[in-house]
């Protein structure tokens, strides 16, 4: 076999099932291999940003690795965005980035550029294959590496004789690592910080520790402590909703994050490190855990989450179950009301269905409709780990990929957007149950109230309208329609209701573009 | 003044007029030096890719840069496929990129990157700021850089605290080198083997050799010698038309391209270098000049064509005017036909406007239109320089920013087309004088032949399908109305010719999908 079908059955035999493709000419032997490999599915997406955060939201919900396919140095820079994001959310991606033939490199023929080079900012490892036996081996380590705990994005750059040349073979799975443990003098120094801690306390949780196992162990600790449940205002995947464990969400803008924190006397982490603020700002500090409290580290982002909670709730001796979880709760709204956030949250908290994937890009919007969900049928919420906009949709195309019993909705924010809205195409090509919200307010909102936080004075009409979106209007419906997924507009909250109700009875991709 | 109204004010004092943007928070300050700033237009593109792409244009027609504005690491990312195609067309830009304040990198926030690294295989130059006086500076050696002949691309991180804090000053600018000259003794070389070589000859011209004055020497030089006038496939700027020297274009695929080369026995190079096969392909050479055949270099990229070319005219005693102009032909065309690229060809042979700037990214369609237009009014034809699909648009954009009274046709494969679609908004935003042309087939048209030509045996329907846009089909129309541009559809020759007409003789963006 070949080189490129030497990779490809390798990744196949360590479990890899979906390739997210955007090729090239140059990669024409890998979508051969892609095609003679079964058991390997295929989906295309018409931009390498929808491809890379497909991948992260197949990653998030599977929790094992889909692999990219990215036209070499130029398709895998279209792609970095989505790809900081997973990297920052931990997922387990591999890419396989086409290059041209190791002879034709120094051609410097018009698509040549330094693959390795533009990978490396964005991904955990960087492997350039040596051969068309070497490509194989580097396929497996590939996969090792994004196992990782929770996971990592590994890069195989695969010049294009070495995936035509035949006499390749398939290499062996390599087993990923078992998760590391947290210290036993960690669990040790949190048990003591929570017991001897007079003020109040805190469990500080990111990562893993945001699933429905560890979660329940965090209410133990609570019920035994009276420690707060706090999460990163930025997660990964969150499970949360009716009969799970409530957790309170640290807020976005620094200042606002540094009061909600500062009463605490002790923080314990578990998944995460100390939060600080996302941005700068003139004046203000980035840290924000309040001075002299107690901060303890239970487990890193990368040992074992769910063990490090359940080793600290045995050790303090709490009680086999959380006594706090969440009751169902939704909030009411009138028909006859102009649509805002805060109607499609209360819609949202009364018609998500048991079991939904949320997929929030929401931005200003997002947030209020978040606080509003958290009584809702028990749902998983996944966020904009890295900051980088245009992850809601491609990373909607990957959770219901990975889930496809499961209903998906995106709440998708217009400006985010538009950054990749050619993920609508993947979504009606493979039929996958997605609903999309677009939350259309015809601004980058957050961007307006971040002008003056930076200390902006008297903003111009020329400093307002590169951050106003209006002029003109988006049409998402007709956007929407003009990539095969039927869309409808609500500008009540009647009107949102009853659309959303019938995208939810459906199967397959609907938009509401949601006028707010 | 701050950092940010000192790094504006020295790229206003240079002569830099246009900011292309897609801020976002750590952007804020230099939004706000940008509003200050007179005489600085900002233009808003809602992805990065339709920002550098604009870029890209403006420089190939105003030969001087204009400046980006770029968001962190990833905003960076979403850019580098058009600067890449920027780069290869040796185009001035200037790339402003925020990051995050020099304090704050430490604490690893979500939205930090290596922004340097981002920035380094698509750059020339990358510089980041030491601080606010500095960030002045590096805005005036940016300058300098972007303006080396031809162009290159220039990029500086700017963190944010260097933009906000004040004490700093506008810097003068710095004189950019003038071109190198080509040495007296390559201008005697390749009139000697002009004069003295007996078989067939030609010039190979690129770059800066395919504007006007270039090729009026290059034609002087063909009447003394008889040389055909040959350029490389993918010019950034080519002058033709109806008036103009005729200049042949190197074929796409390698064995055509070493067939049409393959009797010459000398050729004379200008501007560019020996031309090499777009990819490699498993057994057929990467290299497409004649074994044996005399290559000379008159002059590189980087050294003043029409300079050189003069000078070897005067050597050879050539006439002062060439002997073969360009004369005026258009194709018939029944208006009963389906259309094809055949019948989009011969419509814009005989309408396209005089002085018009054609932005083709047409891939499989356009190479046929670029054949048939040859002997329309004159023209200025813009091709995709780095093979990274989705410049089509954007650089439509910034052409029509740079000559606002020049009407601009962009000819785009809807493959292409949809890595960028969101330059039709800025189109409208800015009522550019853009026609866009979609090239409707329903594939990415060139992998369906690429695929057998690096030998893919027996391609199945896994392998086809990712070259297959049809399901769903996309509609431009809808895409383009819901960005605010009208649009209409021709299925026939004669519904495409009224349709171009009429966009033709309306002032403002429209679209036309060219059912092919």
Redesign the interface.
């Known amino acids: 076999m070949n080189g490129a079908e030497a990779f490809v059955g390798t990744l196949k035999a360590c479990g890899v099932e979906v390739c997210f493709?955007n090729?090239?000419?140059?990669e024409?032997?890998l979508?051969?291999a892609?095609?003679?490999q079964d058991g390997m599915r295929?989906i295309?997406g018409?931009?390498e940003?929808v491809v890379t955060g497909a991948a992260d939201g197949y990653g998030r919900m599977a929790d094992k690795p889909a692999v990219t396919l990215l036209h070499l140095?130029?398709?895998l820079?279209?792609g970095?965005?989505n790809l900081?994001?997973a990297r920052?959310a931990a997922s387990p991606v591999i890419n396989m980035v086409g290059d041209?033939?190791t002879?034709?490199l120094h051609?410097?023929?018009?698509?040549t550029?330094?693959a390795a080079?533009?990978a490396?900012?964005?991904s955990d490892w960087v492997r350039v294959s040596k051969s068309e036996r070497d490509l194989a081996q580097a396929g497996a380590e590939a996969f090792a590496v994004a196992q990782s705990y929770p996971g990592k994005i590994a890069t195989v750059v695969v010049p294009?004789?070495h995936a035509?040349t035949e006499g390749s073979a398939i290499v062996a799975p390599q087993l990923a690592a078992a998760p590391a443990k947290a210290p036993a003098e960690a669990i040790e120094a949190a048990a003591a910080a929570l017991r001897d801690g007079t003020g109040p306390k805190a469990l500080f949780l990111g990562g893993r520790a945001l699933r429905e196992d560890a979660l329940v162990q965090a209410g133990r600790i609570a019920a035994a402590t009276g420690a707060r449940i706090v999460c990163e205002t930025?997660a990964a995947r969150l499970h949360r909703g009716a009969g799970r464990v409530p957790v309170e969400r640290l807020p976005y803008f620094g200042e606002q994050a540094a009061a909600f924190l500062a009463d605490l006397e002790t923080i314990v982490f578990c998944g995460c490190?100390p939060p600080?603020?996302?941005?700068?700002y003139?004046g203000k500090p980035?840290?924000l855990s309040p001075e002299g409290a107690n901060l303890v580290r239970l487990a890193s982002l990368r040992e074992d989450a769910p063990a490090a909670l359940t080793g600290l709730a045995d050790a303090l001796g709490a009680p086999s179950q959380p006594a706090n979880v969440q009751q169902s709760a939704s909030f009411p709204a009138d028909d006859a009301d102009k649509l805002a956030p805060a109607g499609v949250g209360a819609v949202l908290s009364a018609l998500i269905p048991e079991n939904a994937i949320i997929s929030d890009e929401g931005a200003t919007a997002g947030l209020a409709i978040f606080g509003m969900t958290a009584g809702a049928k028990a749902h998983d919420w996944l966020m904009l780990?890295?900051?980088?906009i245009?992850q809601g949709l491609p990373l909607a195309v990957g959770a219901a990929v990975a889930c496809p019993d499961r209903k998906v909705l995106a709440l998708q924010a217009d400006?985010g957007g538009?950054?990749t809205?050619?993920a609508l195409?993947t979504m009606?090509?493979e039929k996958l149950d997605v609903v999309t919200v677009i939350l259309n307010n015809g601004s980058y909102a957050?961007?307006n109230i971040?002008?003056m936080r930076?200390?902006?004075?008297n903003?111009?009409p020329?400093?307002l309208?590169?951050?106003d979106?209006r002029?003109?209007?988006?049409?998402?419906?007709?956007?929407s329609?003009?990539?095969?997924v039927p869309a409808e507009r609500a500008t009540t909250v009647g009107e949102f209701r009853k659309a959303l109700a019938g995208a939810l009875a459906a199967k397959g991709p609907r938009l509401i573009e949601a006028m707010i």
């Open positions: 493709a090729p090239g000419t140059s024409m032997q979508v051969g892609i095609d003679k295929a295309l018409l931009f940003g140095g130029p398709g820079g279209n970095l965005a900081h994001n920052r041209h033939a002879y034709h051609y410097d023929a018009p698509l550029s330094d080079g533009v490396r900012p964005m294009a004789d035509w930025f490190e600080v603020s996302f941005f700068a003139p980035s840290w780990t890295g900051g980088a245009g400006g538009m950054y809205p050619q195409w009606a090509r957050i961007l971040e002008l930076v200390g902006v004075q903003p111009g020329k400093a309208s590169m951050l979106l002029n003109p209007s988006l049409d998402w419906c007709s956007l329609e003009g990539m095969g």
